[in-house]
């Protein structure tokens, strides 16, 4: 018997390498897996929607289909979310890139909740997990600057959603990964960005996808009932080390 039996999941950056590791271990747990993207990728759900998650029409429509397909929704993992390499100092940055990085990664969070979580009240409660990151409390000399402050407004979000809906029995969390073996850090950053980082994570590794699907599966079940208007690092314990030396 999986954690999540019975119960219906859209998650949104399907395709990313997240967002399909979470597909996995959703449907290992016995949900219905929705995935949804702008474009469908090799993520193993029960169906899959494309849906440009900036366009309010398009959001509003990917839920209603859902619940008239599935019958309701339990659990949103909103997870969507882009990193641009022009993306970089405060001084750098124009304004262009700003938008887009600030549009895909905290507009999106917006809309899915807006248009998802009435849903999940309509069938009783739910769960709701948003990707933040690290960075949304712990600054980086090596800055992305948009990408820093949209996933700090993902935080402030989660926190001011889950005390509001907590009552309608709804749950919301935010999920703050460390830096995560991905071809998306893979194109961001070249070796020697990578060891600036690297350097400070106590285990001697980047995390795996699967490792931060775990933890939003566990969020989002019953298991976690107590567990709302939290941010849920899973960073390898970057947050909590001063220094750390590159050898054992």
Not at 47 to 53: A, G, K, Q, R, T
Not at 130 to 146: E, R
Not at 164 to 190: C, H, M, Q, Y
Request: glycine share 10%; net charge negative.
């Amino acid at each position: 018997m999986g954690m999540l039996d019975g119960k219906v999941a859209v998650i949104t950056g399907a395709s990313g390498s997240i967002g399909t590791a979470a597909c996995e271990v959703f449907a290992r747990e016995g949900a219905t897996v929705v995935g949804t993207d702008l474009r469908a990728g090799d993520a193993p759900v029960d169906y899959f929607i494309e849906c440009d998650l900036t366009n309010e029409e398009e959001v509003a429509r990917l839920y209603r289909t859902v619940a008239e397909r599935s019958g309701k929704i339990d659990i949103l993992f909103n997870n969507a979310g882009i990193a641009l390499p022009a993306d970089q100092s405060v001084l750098d940055t124009d304004l262009e890139a700003w938008n887009k990085v600030v549009e895909v990664n905290m507009t999106s969070v917006f809309l899915c909740c807006k248009h998802g979580i009435p849903y999940l009240i309509e069938n009783g409660g739910g769960s709701v997990v948003n990707t933040a990151s690290l960075v949304a409390s712990v600054g980086s000399a090596a800055s992305q600057i948009a990408y820093t402050a949209s996933k700090g407004g993902v935080l402030a979000l989660s926190r001011e959603l889950g005390v509001e809906f907590a009552k309608r029995g709804v749950r919301v969390n935010a999920i703050s990964p460390g830096p995560v073996e991905t071809p998306l850090l893979a194109d961001l950053f070249d070796p020697s960005e990578k060891s600036r980082r690297l350097v400070h994570v106590p285990r001697g590794r980047f995390g795996a996808p699967h490792e931060i699907a775990e933890a939003v599966a566990f969020l989002s079940s019953d298991r976690a009932s107590y567990i709302n208007a939290t941010d849920f690092k899973v960073d390898g314990g970057i947050h909590a080390a001063y220094v750390t030396a590159l050898d054992e």
